[in-house]
């Protein structure tokens, strides 16, 4: 398993942005896919996006929820095994706790199947 910790949170006007970031501590030779899940008050956990690990380098095959596809933008940058969220456009729907996961064994929108979970940081988007 890997050690996972989230930054960048905050609370943010409606149309503004804001940018997560996930160190990445430990190992990751085994790390097949990493992603970003949220979970508002009241909600379970869903899925926002992903990426696949393997292969370093700074690119990878990418996945998104319907709801943050052409708003939302996963990377990574393997040198610095460090994992990003930026979120563009967001509106007060995206508040919720984001959390950072890392999985071996992956189905990739499945939260059931990441291993690896960072603390989670909030992010708050006022209207």
């Known amino acids: 398993q890997v050690r996972l910790v989230e930054s960048g949170g905050g609370l943010v006007q409606a149309g503004g942005s804001l940018r997560l970031t996930c160190a990445v501590a430990?190992?990751?030779?085994?790390?097949?896919?990493m992603g970003w899940f949220r979970q508002a008050p009241g909600k379970d956990r869903e899925f926002v996006a992903a990426l696949n690990w393997i292969g370093g380098g700074s690119g990878g095959l990418t996945y998104y929820a319907s709801n943050a596809k052409g708003r939302f933008t996963i990377s990574r940058d393997s040198a610095k095994k460090t994992l990003y969220l930026q979120m563009n456009d967001l509106n007060p729907e995206d508040t919720a706790v984001y959390y950072c996961?890392?999985?071996?064994?992956?189905?990739?929108?499945?939260?059931?199947?990441?291993?690896?979970w960072g603390q989670g940081i909030q992010v708050a988007v006022s209207a």
């Open positions: 996961a890392a999985c071996t064994h992956c189905s990739i929108y499945n939260s059931n199947t990441y291993n690896s």
């Open positions: 430990g190992g990751t030779d085994s790390t097949a896919a």
